[in-house]
C-alpha cells in the first residue's frame, strides 16, 4: 500500500499535497469515515451547494480517500482550464481514475508533449474522414431502428449504450458486426468498469484484473491492425486506420505504442459521454414531445432519409435540444487537475501538488447565469437569449482550453444523425409524469434503464 501510495503522490514528478499543506483552507472531512464520498455519490451537486454556502468558492473536501480543493464558478473554470501560467496538470489530476488502463491517452499528456499529439490526432477529425464516419453512423443507426421497431418497448440506456458500441467498432475501428466485433465490446466494457472499480490493485476475481487483461486483448489487437492497416496504400474509412497514417506539418507520425494508446483512449472517451447525453436528451424529449415535434418539421425541412455530412449544420433545433441536455446533466460533471506551481485564487493561495476539481455541472445550475436553471428551456441557447454566452465558461460540458474535448464536433455529429432518423419513424413516449432517478458519477446514467416506447409514425 505504502509503495502505491508514494508513486501516486509523485506522479509525473509532481508531488501530491496532503492535509497539512492545505490546513489554510476551509472545508472538513464528515467524522464518519467515507460518509464524504458516499454523500457525494449519491448526490454530487446536491453536497457541492451546500459546500458552497457553507464555505464559499474554494473549499477543500476528502473524497475517493485523496484531499482535493473544489474551486466553484465560471471564473474557476476558466482560471483552470485556460491556464495561462502553465499551473495544472491534466495528467496527475486524472492519474488515479485512468492511467492503469488508458495510460498515455490525451487527457494525460501535458503541455508541449500534449500540444504535439494533439496537433497529429486532429487529422482524423477534418471534413474528409468525418464524412466517411458519418455515412458509417447512419447504416448502424437505420439497421437498429429497424430492430427496435419490431420490439418498440424496451430500456433506452443499455440498448443506446449497445449501438454506440457497435458503432464505435465500425467507425473508431472499421470492425462491422460479428463475434470480432462483440468481443471487443466486450473488453473495452471491463475496461471501463474497471477504471471505476474502488479496489485499484489487479487481484484475480475483481474487476481491476478483467480490466488489465482486456486492455492486454485490446492492445495485442490494435498491434495486429495496425500493421495491417499501415500496410494499405490508401487509408481506411475508419478512425484507426487515420491515425496509423495520420502526420504532423512537419512530417512526424505516430509510433505503434502511440497509436495503441489513443485508440483506447479515444473510445473510452467517445462512448459513455455519447451514451449519457443521448439519454439526457431522449427524456426531455419524451416529456416534452413538442420539441419532438419541433426537430421533426426542422428534418421534414431539409429531406431525405439520413443526415448529409452538408446538413449536419442547419439542424439547429436538435443543437439547441442537444445543448440543454449536456447543460442539465453534463457527462463530465467534474474536471480534475493537479497543481504543479503554486497560483492564486479570489485571494486564496493554492499550493502545489494541490489536486483541485472544477464542475462544469454546478456551474450548469447557477441562478446568476441561467434563467430557472433546473427547467428544461432549449431556446435560452437561441440567439436573441444566447444565455451561455452570459460567461465564456457558462456552459462547458466540453471543457475548454488546451484539453478542450477533441470529438465535440463528432460527437453533434453521432447525436443528430441519431435524432434525424428516430425522429423521422417515431414518437418517442414515457409514462405520464415518469422522472428517472439518475447516478450522477462517474458519469450520469439513469438507475432503472429509463423505461421508453417507440411508436410508430
Ligand atoms: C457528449 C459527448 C462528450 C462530452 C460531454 C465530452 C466531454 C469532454 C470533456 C469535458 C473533456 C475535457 C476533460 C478535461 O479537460 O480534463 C473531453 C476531452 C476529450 N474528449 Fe470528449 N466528450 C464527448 C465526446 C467525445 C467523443 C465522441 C470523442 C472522440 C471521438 C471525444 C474525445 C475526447 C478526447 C480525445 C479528449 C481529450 C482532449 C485533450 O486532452 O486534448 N470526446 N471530453
Redesign the pocket.
Known amino acids: 500500500m505504502a509503495v502505491v501510495e508514494q508513486s501516486e503522490n509523485m506522479v509525473g514528478g509532481y508531488h501530491r499535497a496532503g492535509e497539512a499543506e492545505l490546513a489554510h483552507l476551509p472545508g472538513k472531512p464528515s467524522r464518519i469515515p467515507l460518509k464524504g464520498t458516499i454523500d457525494f455519490i449519491k448526490d454530487p451537486l446536491g453536497t457541492t451547494m451546500q459546500a458552497h454556502a457553507d464555505y464559499g468558492n474554494v473549499y477543500k473536501s476528502r473524497t475517493f480517500m485523496q484531499w482535493s480543493v473544489s474551486m466553484l464558478g465560471p471564473d474557476a473554470l476558466e482560471a483552470v ?1 485556460m491556464d495561462k501560467e502553465k499551473n495544472f496538470s ?1 495528467r496527475a ?2 492519474h488515479h481514475m485512468l492511467s492503469r488502463l488508458f495510460s498515455d ?3 494525460l ?1 501535458d503541455f508541449d508533449d ?1 500540444r504535439a499529439h ?1 496537433k497529429i ?1 486532429q487529422v482524423a ?1 477534418k471534413p474528409a474522414p468525418m464524412k466517411d464516419y458519418l455515412l458509417r453512423m447512419n447504416g448502424g443507426i437505420d439497421q437498429r431502428l429497424d430492430e427496435w421497431a419490431k420490439a418498440p418497448a424496451f430500456n433506452f440506456y443499455p440498448q443506446i449504450k449497445q449501438l454506440t458500441l457497435d458503432l464505435g467498432a465500425s467507425v ?1 475501428l472499421g470492425i462491422d458486426a460479428g463475434p470480432e466485433a462483440r468481443k471487443i465490446n466486450q473488453a473495452f466494457v471491463d475496461e471501463v468498469a474497471a477504471s471505476i472499480s474502488i479496489v485499484r490493485r489487479p487481484v484475480p476475481g475483481l474487476k481491476m484484473y478483467k480490466g488489465v487483461k482486456a486492455r492486454q486483448f485490446l492492445s495485442d489487437l490494435f498491434g495486429r491492425l495496425i500493421e495491417e492497416r499501415r500496410g494499405a496504400e490508401t487509408p481506411g474509412d475508419d ?1 484507426f486506420s487515420q491515425l496509423c497514417h495520420a502526420e504532423s506539418d512537419e512530417g512526424q507520425m505516430l509510433t505503434d505504442q502511440e497509436i495503441i494508446d ?1 485508440m483506447n ?2 473510445l473510452m ?3 459513455d ?2 451514451t ?2 443521448l439519454t439526457t436528451m431522449i427524456w426531455a424529449l419524451a416529456a416534452h414531445p413538442e420539441w419532438q415535434e419541433r426537430i421533426r418539421r426542422e428534418v421534414a425541412e431539409i429531406g431525405g432519409e439520413h443526415l448529409s455530412y452538408e446538413d449536419v449544420a442547419k439542424m439547429d433545433v436538435a443543437e439547441r435540444v442537444f445543448k440543454e441536455a ?1 447543460r442539465m446533466i ?3 460533471p467534474f ?3 493537479r497543481v504543479v506551481r503554486e497560483f492564486e485564487f479570489e485571494g486564496i493561495r493554492i499550493p502545489a501538488g494541490a489536486n483541485v476539481s472544477v464542475s ?1 455541472g454546478y456551474v450548469h445550475m447557477m441562478p446568476e447565469l441561467w434563467t430557472e436553471p433546473t427547467k428544461f428551456d432549449p431556446d435560452r441557447f437561441s440567439p436573441n437569449r444566447a444565455e451561455d454566452r452570459n460567461h465564456r465558461f457558462a456552459w ?13 464536433h ?2 453533434y455529429m ?2 443528430k444523425a441519431f435524432a434525424f432518423q428516430l425522429l423521422q419513424r417515431f414518437e418517442v413516449k414515457i409514462e405520464p409524469g415518469y422522472e428517472p432517478k439518475w447516478a450522477r458519477i462517474p458519469i450520469p446514467k439513469p438507475l432503472d434503464g429509463l423505461p421508453v416506447k417507440l411508436e410508430k409514425l
Not at 396 to 408: E, Y
Open positions: 482550464l491534466s489530476g486524472w491517452g490525451l487527457m499528456r500534449h494533439r490526432m477529425f473508431f478512425m489513443h483512449f479515444l472517451a467517445a462512448h459521454t455519447t449519457s447525453s449536456l453534463p457527462p463530465v474536471i480534475p487537475r462544469p462547458a460540458p466540453f471543457g475548454g482550453g488546451a484539453h478542450k474535448c477533441l470529438g465535440m463528432f460527437a453521432q447525436v
